[in-house]
């Protein structure tokens, strides 16, 4: 362990945050749009005319994905790696970027599969009351207000992690 972090110093810390943030993220995306996909499917081979509905709901989930690759781009640009001169970061440094990616990791992967069976839930909604669907698309939003306080406190840590 200590032959890796001479060799790679803190730019591999940062790097496995940010990896982390993405691919946390994305495995919560998955989970939850899948969740609702399968739910989905029951409904839409009885009423195929509901897909629009369904495939909001469906959608939702898959944001925290995107919260984490936003998460990882930004640090990658708060470190320099766009500007073509990267920040050489010393262990500690790289410990703090890796730290402060914490809150996307947890919060994106949580709460895309919390949202996930929310949606999958409000796919009963969409087959007993059609024109009520968007009572389960507002339960949604308010899943997904935790993940973007995730990627906003992610974003404040990195902004001041050097």
């Not at 809150?103 to 929310?118: F, K, N």
Request: charged fraction near 10%; proline fraction near 3%; charge should be neutral.
């Amino acid at each position: 362990m200590v032959a890796f972090f001479e060799m790679f110093g803190g730019q591999a810390l940062a790097f496995i945050g940010f990896a982390l943030a993405v691919g946390l993220c994305c495995v919560g995306s998955a989970k939850g749009t899948g969740m609702v996909g399968e739910a989905a499917t029951g409904v839409l081979s009885e009423t195929p005319e509901h897909f629009t509905k369904c495939m909001i709901l469906q959608a939702l989930p898959g944001t925290q994905g995107l919260y984490g690759l936003a998460a990882g781009f930004f640090g990658l640009f708060t470190l320099g790696f766009f500007s073509g001169s990267p920040a050489q970061l010393t262990v500690a440094q790289g410990f703090s970027v890796l730290l402060a990616c914490v809150p996307i990791m947890l919060g994106g992967l949580l709460s895309a599969i919390a949202q996930g069976r929310v949606a999958a839930a409000s796919i009963n909604i969409v087959a007993k009351k059609p024109d009520d669907y968007m009572k389960g698309v507002i339960m949604c939003g308010i899943v997904e207000f935790y993940a973007i306080l995730s990627l906003v406190g992610t974003i404040l840590m990195l902004m001041y992690a050097l």
